[in-house]
C-alpha cells in the first residue's frame, strides 16, 4: 500500500519493495502499517471527485511506465490487499495457524455494522 500511496499521493513511484531490513521486528512493522494507514486515509479523505477522475502517471518497480485514473489504481490497491490476505491464510491454514474468516460480510457483522 505504501508503493500506491506514494505513487497516487506523492507522484513519486519507488523503485524498490520495502525490504526486510527496514521492518526487523513485529512492532517496528506494526508502528509502520498504522502509520501507513493513517497516511492513506488521510489522502484518501482529501480527495474530491475531480481529483478521483484524474489520472497518475508513474513507473512500476520493474521500470514499466503507466497510467491509470486514479479510483481504479485505488480500488486495484483494495482487491490487490483482498488477494494477499487470502493468500496469507492459505498458507497459516496449512501451518495450522487458519486466521479464520476473512469474508467482508463476517467483519461487518462482527463490526455490528449490519
Same mark, same amino acid.
Given at each position: 500500500? +505504501?508503493? +500506491?500511496?506514494?505513487r497516487?499521493?506523492?507522484r513519486?513511484s ?5 525490504s526486510?531490513?527496514e ?7 506494526? /508502528? ?5 494507514e *493513517?497516511? $492513506?486515509r488521510? #489522502?484518501? $479523505? ?7 477522475a484524474?489520472?497518475v ?8 511506465? &503507466?497510467? =491509470?485514473?486514479? +479510483? &481504479? ?5 483494495? =482487491? &490487490?490487499?483482498? *488477494? #494477499?490476505r ?10 495450522? &495457524? /487458519?486466521?479464520? !474468516?476473512? !469474508?467482508?460480510?463476517? #467483519?461487518?457483522?462482527?463490526r455490528? !455494522?449490519?
Amino acid at each position: 500500500e +505504501w508503493v +500506491w500511496r506514494m505513487r497516487c499521493q506523492e507522484r513519486v513511484s519507488p523503485s524498490t519493495l520495502l525490504s526486510e531490513k527496514e521492518l526487523p521486528t513485529l512492532e517496528i512493522l506494526c /508502528s509502520r502499517w498504522q502509520a501507513e494507514e *493513517q497516511a $492513506m486515509r488521510s #489522502f484518501l $479523505m482529501g480527495l474530491s471527485d475531480e481529483e478521483l477522475a484524474g489520472t497518475v502517471q508513474y513507473t512500476t518497480t520493474r521500470g514499466v511506465p &503507466h497510467e =491509470n485514473v486514479l +479510483w &481504479h489504481l485505488l480500488l486495484h490497491v483494495v =482487491n &490487490h490487499g483482498t *488477494q #494477499f490476505r487470502g493468500e496469507a491464510g492459505i498458507l497459516l491454514a496449512e501451518y495450522g &495457524h /487458519s486466521p479464520g !474468516d476473512l !469474508d467482508l460480510i463476517a #467483519f461487518l457483522r462482527e463490526r455490528g !455494522d449490519i
